[in-house]
């Protein structure tokens, strides 16, 4: 049996934002993000965040989530898990801050999945993605990409 063993590997996302229904003054702010893993033959499991920053929050917010897979032409490395997203404190003036509760680990995958959800905010709420993606010991070497759509509606 042939094995091939990758000596290097790089994983990227590209993080697309939307917002839905009457939340024209609420956004949603990710950056892109990624990292880089050296693949020694056994399997290992890739913890890597992004920040996200909620504004114009007056309420009640959620955030849904659905990823591609990730991959390189003919292989995949599959789905990554949320095992949670930490809140920190409210910014601006007249502020209140967001209690989360969610539960985690959550499975990601191309179905769309709340991922977030506060009864109450107000202002700016600083968010950290906290992810991992196992990988197999026989991965394949490359620069794996995945999309990663996020939505923020108003509501719990």
Not at 41 to 60: I, L, V, Y
Not at 73 to 91: E, V, W, Y
């Amino acid at each position: 049996m042939l094995r091939r063993l990758a000596v290097g590997l790089s994983v990227s996302a590209t993080a697309l934002v939307l917002a839905t229904g009457a939340v024209a003054a609420i956004g949603l702010t990710v950056s892109n993000f990624g990292f880089t893993l050296t693949l020694d033959g056994s399997d290992q499991t890739a913890p890597f965040s992004f920040p996200m920053s909620a504004t114009g929050t007056n309420g009640a917010f959620n955030i849904t989530a659905s990823t591609t897979a990730f991959t390189i032409p003919g292989q995949s490395l599959g789905f990554p898990t949320l095992t949670g997203i930490t809140t920190g404190a409210c910014q601006g003036g007249g502020c209140r801050n967001a209690t989360n509760t969610i539960t985690y680990p959550i499975a990601l995958s191309t179905s769309t999945q709340k991922i977030y959800s506060t009864a109450d905010a107000k202002g700016t709420i600083p968010l950290t993605a906290n992810l991992t993606l196992s990988l197999p010991g026989n991965a394949y070497a490359g620069a794996y990409t995945s999309t990663l759509t996020l939505t923020i509606a108003n509501g719990p």
